[in-house]
């Protein structure tokens, strides 16, 4: 069956990075993206960006351009995102999600990680 | 970013009632909307993709309808494992939004 397994829970200070990971199971890891979406709590959803695990390529949405890389391992089936530059608004749990399909832009997310909290605080 | 709103916020509703919920995007999505459940504590899970297709192993009394900014999704007989929040997504345009979420619980 599929999984994504995540990195546990981090605490890091202000200015500081944190490298969270994503663990596939279940299914060919090179064949489907993973995106990253968080949500800070009681908060709605984010969507952070993609990436294809086969090419690398990558595509992050434009408010966290510069302070993000998703990279990926494809010999341990794993993604990583990292998240630099952390000010307090960016305490959230982190999600890697896959995406159903194959077909570039069509982005529906058929099975995510438990989540990762990243607390920031000083 | 295309604006996805979800109406209502919350509500709650008695076991065997119909639950509906809107979700309306700020321009055409065609159809590229997706519903998901997120109970407490966990991830989301995917229920309804491009507007009204039942994903793999989701009770048939989940469905979505809809098409262009207005999309409606339906529980047709509340169950008590259903209370959870449900977020609608758009993947029309890049970003991916969300709706802020409708949370249900049981009267």
């Known amino acids: 069956q599929v999984q994504l397994v995540q990195s546990g829970a981090e605490v890091r200070k202000p200015g500081a990075s944190v490298k969270v990971s994503c663990k596939a199971s279940?299914?060919?890891?090179?064949?489907?993206?993973i995106n990253w979406v968080r949500q800070a709590t009681g908060q709605g959803l984010e969507w952070m960006g993609w990436?294809?695990?086969?090419?690398?390529?990558?595509g992050y949405a434009q408010k966290f351009q510069g302070r993000v890389t998703m990279t990926r391992n494809p010999s341990i089936s794993t993604a990583y995102l990292e998240l630099s530059s952390l000010r307090s608004e960016d305490t959230a749990v982190y999600y890697c999600?896959?995406?159903?399909?194959?077909?570039?832009?069509?982005?529906?997310?058929?099975?995510w990680g438990q989540g990762t909290l990243v607390t920031v605080s000083s | 970013d295309i604006q996805m709103t979800q109406s209502p916020s919350s509500l709650s509703a008695s076991v065997g009632d119909r639950v509906t919920i809107t979700c309306q995007a700020n321009q055409d999505i065609t159809n590229y909307l997706n519903w998901y459940q997120q109970k407490p504590g966990k991830a989301p899970k995917l229920l309804i993709y491009d507007a009204s297709n039942l994903e793999t192993g989701v009770p048939s009394r989940f469905s979505g309808s809809g098409s262009g900014t207005d999309f409606s999704f339906t529980i047709s007989s509340l169950q008590p494992e259903d209370v959870a929040t449900y977020f609608c997504?758009?993947?029309?345009?890049?970003?991916?939004?969300f709706g802020p979420g409708t949370k249900v619980d049981i009267k």
């Open positions: 997504q758009q993947y029309d345009t890049l970003p991916p939004t």
């Open positions: 999600a896959r995406d159903k399909f194959t077909i570039s832009g069509v982005v529906i997310f058929d099975y």
């Open positions: 990436m294809n695990p086969n090419s690398g390529n990558t």
């Open positions: 279940g299914y060919t890891f090179i064949s489907y993206n």
